[in-house]
């Protein structure tokens, strides 16, 4: 049996999503057919703030 050390962080969701975002199309199809996602396409507003998207009554 071998035995090591791994690397355990606490993440946010923010973290979480960024590290979906860039690790999900890299796995195998098995893997990603564990948790399928669609990409989901919207208009967004031509100016929109962060502290609206930062803002302490939204939900993460």
């Not at 890299?26 to 893997?31: F, G, I, M």
Request: hydrophobic share 40%; glycine share 4%.
């Amino acid at each position: 049996m071998q035995k090591g050390r791994g690397h355990m962080e606490l993440i946010d969701l923010d973290k979480l999503m960024d590290l979906w975002v860039e690790y999900y199309p890299k796995l195998d199809d098995e893997d990603r057919a564990l948790s399928p996602l669609r990409a989901v396409h919207f208009l967004a507003p031509e100016k929109i703030t962060v502290s609206i998207l930062r803002s302490p009554n939204c939900l993460h």
